[in-house]
């Protein structure tokens, strides 16, 4: 990686990935592109709706990238609430993204999720490799965006990369529209109101992992040797499993006056049901050494000492 265009970087997962990447390749190597525009951007940006091919193509080119990220995508309960703008936003963002990549020869990454796989996949620590029936549009996005980016590895050699996220936790950018923001949003409330009322019910576990480590996956699978690795895309990778109850209780040993109460939400919590409790991160540890620095404790300890400074 040495001169990297980014899409959808103004998102959660976006806007921290720019930065970390500007350290380590240098500000000017690193095109952040989004279809917003950025306050304040430090280093080059471009305006980019991911569906127009041709104006990827052209900012690829022109900026000499060797690397594509992308990111640009809509998550789980957005995509439900509006499944064909979904499909075509983040089919056709992708099958553009690849294309660009495929032309101009760039190594590739873009995420998968944990929302791949569906009610029919075993729950407890899901194997890589296994059955994949998601019940939602984006499980269904994600599924097919697996295999193609299989596809284009296989069929045109290009170096596609990807992991299958859990919920990502920051105290950076806020999450939106996904099914796991709730663990996001209990830290906000905590802190601002004391008391959080979760549109998850008690009980559902789901795969989460914090940003630092999230984006050090990304960087480590980017950086990992292509001839050791079997899998290629789609990696498991989670740092930790929690219901609400226990994300709750963590925050408790800091706030001992936080109070949860529940209040569920039919669609989010559909979606949950529909995801692994817990998957197995194997084959990323064996293949390219996926490691991580933060667990439940030690990652609430951070959020509420970096969220408190910056609600003051
Ligand atoms: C979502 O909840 O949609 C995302 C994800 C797990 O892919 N955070």
New binding site residues.
Partial sequence: MEKIIVTGALGQIGSELVGKLRTIYGEDNVLATDIRKADGEAGPFELLDVTDAQRMHDLAKDFGADTMIHMAAL???TAEKNPVFAWNLNMGGLMNALEVSRELNLQFFTPS???AFGPSTPKDNTPQDTLQRPTTM?GVNKVAGELLCDYYFERFGLDTRGVR????ISYVTP?GG????YAVDIYYKAITDGQYTSYIAEGTYMDMMYMPDALQAIVDLMEADGSKLTHRNAFNISAMSFEPSQIAKEIQKHIPTFTMDYNVDPLRQKIADSWPNSIDSSAAINEWGFRTEYDLEKMTQHMLQKLTKKLQ
């Fill in positions: 998550l789980s309960a999720s944990i929302g984006y996220f859990p919920g990502l999450p996904g099914t796991t923001d």
